[in-house]
């Protein structure tokens, strides 16, 4: 599903991750993804934030005031910070947020996706985060952090293959 990108980079990783994984779920999202990655997005927060609750109306007042907490937080926690490319810090989590939108999930997932590698930052409060976003968010930015820090081979890889498509066999 990911073999038309305009990217050689892009095209080699994608295409490994298409053979591993072959879920229609998976190609959407990793192409959503790729396609932000791709398109120069603005640097202005405010644009994005707007923008956002543009392209995504159906969240409620309650929602809308939930997602916007944690992008000001994000944004004042990394406005001055860039990536080893130049880019933003903020720019990843933003498009992050785009894709889990796109799939109209709550706005608790928006949320995590908006601060899951906020705790890669340094002299970031944890507690701070648990006492602002609450105990359940909290706890799992926590373990995503973790999940996005372990590393497979690839003969896990192909038995975890071997092993998925046993059960839908």
């Known amino acids: 599903c990911l073999g038309n990108s ?4 892009h095209r080699d990783w994608f295409g490994s991750v298409n053979r591993r994984y072959p879920n229609p779920i998976v190609c959407k999202i990793l192409m959503l993804l790729m396609q932000l990655e791709e398109k120069a997005l603005p640097e202005n927060p405010q644009f994005l934030i707007d923008d956002f609750f543009k392209r ?9 005031a939930k997602i916007e907490k944690a992008w000001n937080y994000l944004i004042k926690k990394t406005d001055n910070l860039t990536k080893d490319d130049g880019t933003k810090f903020y720019l990843h989590p933003y498009r992050v947020a785009v ?6 999930l ?9 601060l899951h590698d906020i705790l890669s930052i340094d002299n970031i409060d944890e507690s701070e985060i648990e006492q602002i ?3 359940e968010i909290f706890n799992l930015i926590k373990n995503i952090e ?4 372990v590393h497979f081979s690839e003969s896990t890889l192909n038995h975890a293959d071997a ?5 839908f066999a």
């Open 99 to 104: 894709i889990i939108a796109e799939f109209e």
């Open 163 to 167: 092993v998925r498509n046993m059960y």
């Open 56 to 64: 995504f109306d159906f969240y409620n007042d309650d929602q809308k």
């Open 146 to 149: 973790k999940v996005s820090n």
């Open 133 to 135: 976003f609450g105990f």
């Open 106 to 114: 709550d706005s608790d997932s928006v949320v995590i996706a908006l």
């Open 6 to 9: 305009s990217s050689e980079s």
